[in-house]
């Protein structure tokens, strides 16, 4: 199963972590979500935490709002 971060910066931008296109936060500004079938079950936790949150561009685009 993928394993997702989200950047605990700005807005919470939800990243698969198994995923490399240079688009991941630097690791002082990521919080690790675990391991999750797809991305929208890893933005679904991101958004409990923080609120709102979105999927990155590059890495998770299904995800994106």
Same mark, same amino acid.
């Given at each position: 199963m993928p394993?997702?971060?989200v950047d605990t910066?700005?807005?919470h931008v939800v990243h %698969? *972590? %198994?995923i490399r296109r240079g688009c991941h936060p630097a690791p002082a500004e990521?919080?690790?979500l675990g391991s999750h079938?797809?991305?929208r079950s *890893?933005? *679904?936790l991101a958004v409990a935490r923080?609120?709102?949150a979105n999927?990155? *561009?590059f890495c998770t685009p299904l995800c994106r709002l």
């Open positions: 394993r997702f971060i910066s700005n807005e %698969d *972590a %198994d990521q919080l690790s079938r797809g991305c *890893a933005l *679904a923080y609120g709102t999927g990155c *561009a």
